[in-house]
Each structure stands twice: as C-alpha cells, then as structure tokens.
C-alpha cells in the first residue's frame, strides 16, 4: 500500500471512533494497532463512506441520504460492495433489497475471513486483540455476543431445555442456507505452526441464515444440507468441542471450540470470575459418591473448571469458572456428572439485531470499563 496522507490517517481515527460508538466498541490504543488494522481492511475512500454507516443494516439510498449526496449512487453501491466482500463490513438481504453494516472486530470482521486469513491479516489482527483496550472492550459487553450451550448427550428429559439451547433444534428452525467453515482460530494457530489439541479436523463451525448468506456471497465456506450439518455438528461434540452459538434465539452461526485455540476461551481461562462474562443456562455438578477420580472430566474440560482434589481423590468443579458446555458428562464412567440449571434463567434476544441493541444500551463508558477491570484485578490478587 502506498505511504498516506495526513487527511486520509485522519480519516482513520475518524472510523475507529465511529466505530467505537457502535454496541461493541472499537477502542484507541497507544500503540495505533487499531489505524494499522484499519488501514489492512479499508481503502481511505471505503473508510469515509464507512462512517456513514452502523451496526443497524442501511439501505444503499438511505446511505446516501446520510452522506448528505457525497456520493453518487453507481460509486457508493461499488465501495459497498467492495467492503462486504473482503469482510470490512456485513451485508444481508431483506425483503428483496440490500442492507449494509458496520462489524466489530470480533464477532465480525476478524471471523469475517471465513476461516482463511493470511499471515499479515493475523500479525495486525492479534496486534490490535492482544492490547489491554481491546481487552477490556470485549469483556464489558453486556449481553455477549455468545453463549455456550450444551452437547445433545449431556441434556437429559428433565431439564425441559428451551429451543435456544439446543444445537439441534437450532438448526432444525433455521430457514438456511447452511455454510461450514474452518475455524479461523484453528487456522491462525496452525499458521503460526502450533497444532489443535483437541481435533484435527478444520472445518467446525457454522453459519445459518443471513450470515450463511453473506458468507456464500463471498464465495467462501461450503454449502451444507441440513443433515450434513447436523452431522459435522455431531462430530464436534464427540471430539470435545465447545458449542457456542451467537447469543440469539435465532442464532446465524454456531462456533466449536477448544480451549487452546479459541481466543474468547483463552481469555476465560485467564480471568479470576469468568462466569461473571458468561451467558450459559446450565452447569455440571458432580455426585462425589459416585465419582471415582479418574480425571477424565479434568481432560476433557477446555476452560479448567475441574480439578483433582482430597483423599481419595474426587473431581471438584469451579461454579465460578464452568461455562456448562456438557463435555465432561458422556465421558464419565460411573455417570458421576450432570448438568443443572442456573439459578438465574437468562433468555437471549430474539435476533442479531435486537443483541446489538441491547449491548448499545448497557454500553460501559471510560468509568464502567475502568471499574470492571478494577474488579477483575482485586479477585485476581485474592
């Protein structure tokens, strides 16, 4: 790329503050990780329209309006296009016409790579999501933008599970299309030459709808039935992946994670509370009786939540740190562990739309954030 000019870096700051205003936030940095990871997704003039843009889906007259006619309707329509398809910024049809919206980085723009980043890509991506800004802007989203939800076999009848916390009925009331995609954490790390521990499969996770739609606008992904889908759905639990849907009752996409690939896993791991930043309607609780301390939960367990403890030896799971994914369930050999529900039932929002709403309006300022990460420091020195 050619050296900038002063006006177009301006136009930079003016878009990482734009979309710092948005539900999830773009954050400053000291280190200006966040222009060098703008400047990658967008050309300066892609940049000046992106401002007139939100996370709630514009039509392309409706842009321009906001533009105030800054651009004609053939070179707004062009740089729109541009945007969406390399992943700088969403795209969905509805009712037969064309919508546009700004993405945050994650969910968004860094998974908007559908699986296939290049090594530059990454280097600016984990630049800018490895700065404490970046950090403390993911954790104060409230809702998040995820929830775990548990694997099919660890449900049991009498739970009565609503339909946003099954996978399979997640995908059974979906309209489609249907998309799988490799993993672009598993990618990133199998870039940088590190292996998954878990699985060696790449193509894990979903999307459904609108996204899938997008994602197949791009031509990225492969198109999947539903059964096949269902299937490779299958397959990830019985590898010990993580299901994590976006944070809707009708979600449009389902991540399988591990514990040493998936980022917003790692940084479970390393909080002192981390269910305080978790959406999930269960956990596991484990029948000391029957439990014969074999540690095969412990093994399978991918944010630490149990560990090995007394004599004899029993499994111990943290209520503060289990994320209720289930995982640990199919595998014990004297049934020794079952899900319970949460005390507080949490109820997800309808759509994408509505999420993004309601994290706007329990937006942290400076204050909230700063207070938030206070918190996380005074339980890590206890």
Not at 284 to 300: P, Q, S, T, Y
Not at 351 to 378: A, Q, S, V, W, Y
Request: aromatic residues 6%.
């Amino acid at each position: 790329m050619s050296e900038l000019k002063v006006t177009d870096h301006n136009t930079y700051r003016l878009l990482q503050k734009h979309l710092d205003r948005q539900a999830v936030g773009f954050p400053a940095t000291r280190s200006g990780a966040e222009i060098r990871f703008l400047k990658r997704m967008f050309t300066p003039e892609e940049a000046g329209l992106a401002l007139h843009l939100s996370y709630r889906p514009s039509a392309l007259q409706t842009i321009i309006m906001t533009a105030s006619g800054e651009y004609e309707e053939e070179r707004a329509l062009k740089l729109l296009n541009s945007m969406s398809m390399k992943g700088a910024i969403g795209f969905k049809e509805k009712e037969n016409e064309d919508y546009w919206f700004v993405i945050p980085m994650v969910i968004g723009m860094f998974e908007a790579q559908d699986g296939c980043p290049t090594a530059d890509f990454l280097k600016d991506a984990g630049e800018y999501m490895g700065t404490l800004a970046y950090g403390k802007s993911i954790l104060a989203t409230d809702p998040p933008q995820m929830r775990t939800i548990p694997i099919n076999v660890s449900i049991s009848p009498e739970h009565n599970v609503a339909t946003y916390d099954q996978v399979s009925l997640l995908i059974e009331s979906s309209e489609g299309p249907f998309v799988v995609l490799p993993c672009i954490c598993r990618e990133s790390r199998a870039i940088q030459g590190e292996v998954c521990e878990v699985t060696s499969r790449t193509e894990t996770c979903f999307g459904m709808g609108s996204m899938a739609a997008m994602v197949l606008r791009r031509g990225h992904g492969r198109e999947v039935s539903r059964e096949e889908a269902l299937s490779i759905l299958q397959q990830n639990q019985d590898d010990g992946l993580v299901l994590q849907p976006s944070n809707a009752q009708h979600a449009e996409f389902i991540c399988s994670c591990c514990g040493c690939c998936c980022g917003m896993l790692k940084m479970q791991k390393m909080l002192p509370h981390p269910i305080d930043f978790w959406v999930t309607s269960f956990q596991a609780e484990i029948n000391r009786d029957a439990c014969i301390g074999c540690g095969l939960c412990v093994k399978r367990c991918q944010v630490d939540a149990v560990v090995l403890e007394g004599s004899p030896t029993k499994a111990v799971i943290g209520r503060t740190r289990c994320i209720g994914c289930g995982l640990c369930i199919p595998t014990c050999p004297t049934d020794a562990i079952h899900l319970i529900p949460r005390e507080q039932e949490t109820i997800p929002p309808m759509n994408e739309e509505e999420l993004n709403d309601r994290i706007m309006l329990n937006k942290k300022g400076t204050m909230g954030r700063f207070l938030m990460f206070l918190k996380i420091i005074l339980r890590m020195r206890k």
